[in-house]
């Protein structure tokens, strides 16, 4: 089965760090391009950022509310991705999901909850 | 860079009617527009890539058109579990920006 199982959210004080955790299993991580994705409660969803596969030199982007302060990483060994935040605002407070970019975001996992707040 | 619009931003029809949603890309993204839908408290579901390719498992009333700069959602027969926000979203290029949504009730 195909699956994504994010881990790593809590609360945590404005300033302050915290590192999101995606597990894969089911498909070949190695060659997927990793995603995530963010959605405050009752708004939208907020593109975050994304890592490439190694084929195409691990390149990173993100989205211009989170750069300089958001680095997404992975580990094809484990077979996981990684959301390391830094500098955390009351505005990103949201639940933060991985997926899987194929053609569109074809797999996501169930989320993990960050709060932001003193 | 490209900005995504959507409308309506909510709309509410009958079981059975036809439902049609707009999404405009402020600049030309070819063909790389996907549709999600995200019914309340659950994770978003593709639905359609390419801009007209039906995800697998996904039921045939979802139908998606377009290219460039405009592209539609249309549900040919709405049904109650059709109650939902959908979105869009460009996939040519970083940033991969999301629509706002548009939320169908019933």
């Known amino acids: 089965e195909v699956q994504l199982v994010e881990s790593g959210g809590g609360l945590v004080q404005p300033g302050g760090s915290l590192k999101l955790s995606c597990a894969a299993s089911?498909?070949?991580?190695?060659?997927?391009?990793m995603h995530w994705v963010r959605q405050a409660s009752g708004k939208g969803l907020e593109w975050v950022g994304r890592?490439?596969?190694?084929?195409?030199?691990?390149?990173?982007a993100y989205a211009a509310s989170v750069k300089g302060r958001f680095t997404i990483s992975r580990d094809d060994s484990k077979s996981t991705a990684y959301l390391q935040m830094n500098s955390l605002k009351t505005e990103d407070t949201a639940v933060y999901y991985c997926?899987?970019?194929?053609?569109?975001?074809?797999?996501w996992g169930q989320g993990t909850t960050v709060t932001v707040s003193s | 860079d490209i900005q995504m619009t959507q409308s309506p931003s909510s709309l509410s029809a009958s079981v059975g009617d036809r439902v049609t949603i707009t999404c405009r890309a402020s600049q030309g993204i070819s063909n790389y527009l996907a549709w999600y839908q995200q019914k309340p408290g659950k994770v978003p579901k593709l639905l359609i890539y390419?801009?007209?390719t039906l995800q697998s498992g996904v039921p045939s009333r979802f139908s998606g058109s377009g290219s460039g700069t405009d592209f539609t959602l249309t549900i040919s027969s709405l049904q109650p579990g059709d109650v939902a926000t959908y979105y869009c979203q460009r996939y040519n290029s970083a940033p991969f920006t999301f629509g706002p949504g548009t939320k169908v009730d019933i």
């Open positions: 089911g498909f070949t991580f190695s060659g997927s391009a």
């Open positions: 997926t899987r970019l194929l053609s569109g975001l074809d797999v």
């Open positions: 890592v490439r596969s190694k084929a195409n030199s691990y390149a990173t």
């Open positions: 390419a801009a007209s």
